[in-house]
């Protein structure tokens, strides 16, 4: 089911190829721009490192069923086993399916929370007195997100395969 989920959701955002290399709960695939480095949650929730291989730029994303005004930003409290920290996420609209994409606007805080933790968690104020707690595993997360940020540096489009599948090229 969660894999279901996941096939979903990384259709929505983009076009994926099949060629997918995973790594522990993470997953690194090209997508429309460049390359990308994701894992979803039991709830069908995305956290992912998205580098457009064009112009070298890269940015942290995760899409949530918690809806946003688009160009919006908003506060949201990280937790991890390397402590806790107050970030804020820009709104990028609606994608389909009810899923808001929220872009972080400190890139290198995200980073290194992902990259140094084996858990973490988000919180976001709903109205009134209320969260919305996200929780994701990062097994996997900063092998998968050197691997695909190494192809991304080469400025290559094609996903860095750790699998022995058979494929055509």
């Known amino acids: 089911m969660r894999t279901a989920i996941a096939v979903l959701i990384l259709a929505i955002l983009a076009t994926a190829s099949a060629n997918a290399g995973t790594i522990g709960d993470w997953s690194d695939d090209t997508y429309t721009e460049g390359l990308y480095a994701a894992t979803v949650n039991d709830s069908g929730n995305l956290l992912g490192q998205y580098c457009n291989t064009a112009n070298s730029t890269c940015f942290w994303m995760i899409a949530l069923k918690t809806g946003c005004k688009a160009e919006s930003k908003y506060p949201i409290l990280v937790n991890s086993d ?6 804020e996420v820009y709104c990028g609209g609606e994608i389909k399916n009810g899923y808001h994409r929220y872009f972080f606007t400190n890139f290198d805080a ?17 109205q009134g007195d209320q969260f919305q707690v996200v929780r994701f595993s990062l097994s996997g997360a900063r092998a998968t997100i050197d691997r695909m940020r190494a192809a991304a540096a080469e400025g ?13 090229l």
């Open 82 to 87: 390397i402590g806790a920290h107050s970030l």
């Open 110 to 126: 995200i980073d290194n929370l992902v990259k140094n933790s084996t858990r973490i968690g988000f919180a976001a104020p709903l």
């Open 156 to 168: 290559s489009n094609k996903p860095v395969r750790s699998d022995t599948r058979d494929q055509r």
